[in-house]
């Protein structure tokens, strides 16, 4: 089949939707390193599934179709916007539980990037949400759009408001060298970043090594590498393998995704380096293969730690390289703790680089109240499971 030199995104809506029948959206573009993560990263923000995809380029142009599930919204326009202004949107109100999740959701349906925040709450059971975010839209410097996204948010937390306020404040909010040093402790960075495994409470949904099947061919093409996938299915699994491939400054040149029973999935893909030739180097190959391993079997980290007489709530995901972070985690975070009725008392993301990599860490703090407390081991499983789409 031939591939059109007409850029556009045309998005098909199922008629079948609530049976699970997949929408199709189909990508026609200039082609680049990284395309795919980009797309694959929009479409994770949208809270779509990918359940396959078929990827051709003709090394100018690019003809991509994902089958997605889920409810894709109306927008016309996927390609990744230039840099976005940084607003801080304040809000003063009385706590309650599962503020920060309505509070949280409200944004993400107002489709408003939430790239830092800051919570803190008050003896006196008041509470002062920070959220520093972006707008897809490109509108919140408009009054209307400003007031609109003021009448939602005071409309999901009612009587108990106390201001809502929108400002600008620039994208060097979100610098990493924004946090101190010493905002993460030696003792964190080493025992629950890189050595923490997934929760071995997870029944079913503990990944291991045999969990993933990653194998590298050059005989079938003369002009690239094939790289085989087999693993289990998790929520941007795509994503993390196109994350990948872009830190490593690889190309996609063909490429068949699709999902297999028993959330079992199976990626074929034809890479070629950035100087236009195949991975032939052993210690290449093994190090490419090492990181996608370890990409698929734990692409976030999860923990839950005592701070004393408190107990913080970590999660922390790699950042890529272009500086962009991981969509709708701090969502996620949030939705699980609602589920399990446990309060937020306060939250912070920050960027660090810890090792050779930075990455984005979200703490929180919480608010485990009077009454039968949630064992530490089920809050890490129930947020685990969220991020990865189990439940």
Same mark, same amino acid.
């Given at each position: 089949?031939?591939?059109?030199?007409?850029?556009?995104?045309?998005?098909?809506?199922?008629?079948?939707?609530?049976?699970?029948?997949?929408?199709?959206?189909?990508?026609?573009?200039?082609?680049?390193?990284?395309?795919?993560?980009?797309?694959?990263?929009?479409?994770?923000?949208?809270?779509?599934?990918?359940?396959?995809?078929?990827?051709?380029?003709?090394?100018?142009?690019?003809?991509?179709?994902?089958?997605?599930?889920?409810?894709?919204?109306?927008?016309?326009?996927?390609?990744?916007?230039?840099?976005?202004?940084?607003?801080?949107?304040?809000?003063?109100?009385?706590?309650?539980?599962?503020?920060?999740?309505?509070?949280?959701?409200?944004?993400?349906?107002?489709?408003?990037?939430?790239?830092?925040?800051? #919570?803190?709450?008050?003896?006196?059971?008041?509470?002062?949400?920070?959220?520093?975010?972006?707008?897809?839209?490109?509108?919140?410097?408009?009054?209307?759009? *400003?007031?609109?996204?003021?009448?939602?948010?005071?409309?999901?937390?009612?009587?108990?408001?106390?201001?809502?306020?929108?400002?600008?404040?620039?994208?060097?909010?979100?610098?990493?060298?924004?946090?101190?040093?010493?905002?993460?402790?030696?003792?964190?960075?080493?025992?629950?970043?890189?050595?923490?495994?997934?929760?071995?409470?997870?029944?079913?949904?503990?990944?291991?090594?045999?969990?993933?099947?990653?194998?590298?061919?050059?005989?079938?093409?003369?002009?690239?590498?094939? #790289?085989?996938?087999?693993? *289990?299915?998790?929520?941007?699994?795509?994503?993390?393998?196109?994350?990948?491939?872009?830190?490593?400054?690889?190309?996609?040149?063909?490429?068949?995704?699709? *999902?297999?029973?028993?959330?079992?999935?199976?990626?074929?893909?034809?890479?070629? *380096?950035?100087?236009?030739?195949?991975?032939?180097?052993?210690?290449?190959?093994?190090?490419?293969?090492?990181?996608?391993?370890?990409?698929?079997?734990?692409?976030?980290?999860?923990? #839950?730690?005592?701070?004393?007489?408190?107990?913080?709530?970590? #999660?922390?995901?790699?950042?890529?390289?272009?500086?962009?972070?991981?969509?709708?985690?701090?969502?996620?975070?949030?939705?699980?703790?609602?589920?399990?009725?446990?309060?937020?008392?306060?939250?912070?993301?920050?960027?660090?680089?810890?090792?050779?990599?930075?990455?984005?860490?979200?703490?929180?703090?919480?608010?485990?109240?009077?009454?039968?407390?949630?064992?530490?081991?089920?809050?890490?499983?129930?947020?685990?499971?969220?991020?990865?789409?189990?439940?």
């Amino acid at each position: 089949m031939g591939i059109p030199c007409d850029d556009v995104v045309i998005i098909r809506r199922s008629e079948r939707e609530a049976d699970g029948e997949p929408s199709v959206i189909t990508v026609n573009c200039p082609d680049k390193t990284g395309l795919g993560c980009d797309l694959c990263r929009i479409i994770l923000f949208f809270g779509l599934s990918i359940v396959r995809g078929d990827v051709s380029t003709d090394g100018k142009w690019c003809y991509i179709i994902f089958w997605v599930v889920g409810t894709p919204n109306t927008r016309s326009e996927l390609r990744p916007p230039k840099p976005p202004d940084v607003f801080l949107i304040k809000i003063r109100c009385c706590d309650r539980r599962g503020l920060l999740y309505d509070l949280t959701s409200v944004l993400c349906e107002l489709e408003l990037v939430i790239k830092r925040v800051k #919570v803190s709450t008050t003896p006196d059971g008041k509470v002062m949400d920070l959220f520093f975010v972006t707008d897809t839209r490109e509108l919140l410097h408009t009054t209307k759009r *400003q007031e609109d996204a003021c009448n939602e948010l005071r409309s999901v937390i009612g009587d108990s408001i106390l201001g809502c306020e929108i400002e600008m404040v620039g994208p060097e909010i979100t610098a990493c060298s924004q946090s101190p040093p010493s905002f993460l402790p030696s003792a964190i960075t080493t025992e629950y970043v890189f050595q923490r495994k997934t929760p071995s409470t997870n029944p079913g949904g503990l990944l291991t090594s045999k969990s993933v099947s990653i194998k590298m061919d050059n005989m079938l093409s003369p002009a690239h590498t094939l #790289v085989q996938i087999s693993c *289990q299915d998790h929520k941007g699994l795509l994503y993390d393998v196109m994350r990948t491939l872009k830190d490593y400054n690889i190309q996609v040149s063909y490429g068949r995704f699709c *999902q297999k029973q028993r959330r079992n999935c199976e990626l074929d893909l034809f890479i070629m *380096q950035a100087d236009g030739k195949k991975i032939v180097a052993p210690s290449k190959q093994q190090a490419l293969s090492a990181r996608l391993e370890a990409e698929l079997l734990q692409p976030l980290r999860v923990a #839950v730690i005592s701070r004393g007489p408190d107990t913080e709530l970590l #999660v922390a995901n790699p950042v890529e390289l272009s500086g962009k972070g991981r969509p709708l985690v701090f969502y996620d975070i949030t939705h699980a703790l609602q589920m399990l009725k446990t309060g937020i008392f306060s939250a912070e993301i920050g960027r660090h680089m810890i090792g050779d990599r930075e990455w984005e860490v979200y703490r929180i703090l919480l608010d485990e109240g009077e009454g039968q407390l949630t064992p530490r081991e089920k809050i890490e499983e129930e947020v685990w499971k969220m991020l990865m789409g189990w439940n």
